[in-house]
């Protein structure tokens, strides 16, 4: 698997963005996927998680309402899109493949991992 992140970048608070994360070898189809993210100087946390089948998916309290997961099949491809966008989402948002079907939010379940890409919200 060789995931590749990408949409970050420098917004204002209130606005949005859409992370996509394409995996380049199509071998997470039956698998479920995830976003997570690190901010400085803080650990890696759970952000939004979804199901092989696109069917299930499970969000951060901090994050319920504002982000939305989705995959796209076809194009290998997980998407997180971010509304209402807050100086707290500032972070690297990473995706990442679990080893399981079902949704996970414990990053211990997460087989491969993409660079990660930088998200930062002005005030």
């Known amino acids: 698997v060789q995931l590749q992140a990408c949409g970050g970048g420098l917004v204002q608070a209130g606005a949005s963005l859409k992370l996509s994360c394409s995996d380049s070898?199509?071998?997470?189809?039956?698998?479920?996927m995830s976003w997570f993210r690190q901010a400085p100087g803080k650990e890696r946390e759970f952000v939004a998680a979804?199901?092989?089948?696109?069917?299930?998916?499970s969000y951060a309290d901090s994050v319920d309402g504002r982000f939305a997961i989705s995959r796209d099949y076809g194009k290998s491809t997980v998407y997180l899109q971010m509304n209402a966008l807050a100086p707290e989402d500032t972070a690297v948002y990473y995706c990442?493949?679990?080893?399981?079907?079902?949704?996970?939010?414990?990053?211990?379940?997460?087989?491969?991992w993409g660079q990660g890409t930088l998200v930062t919200v002005s005030s």
């Open positions: 990442a493949v679990a080893r399981t079907s079902a949704v996970a939010r414990d990053a211990t379940w997460y087989r491969y």
């Open positions: 979804i199901d092989w089948r696109g069917g299930s998916t």
């Open positions: 070898r199509r071998t997470s189809s039956n698998n479920a």
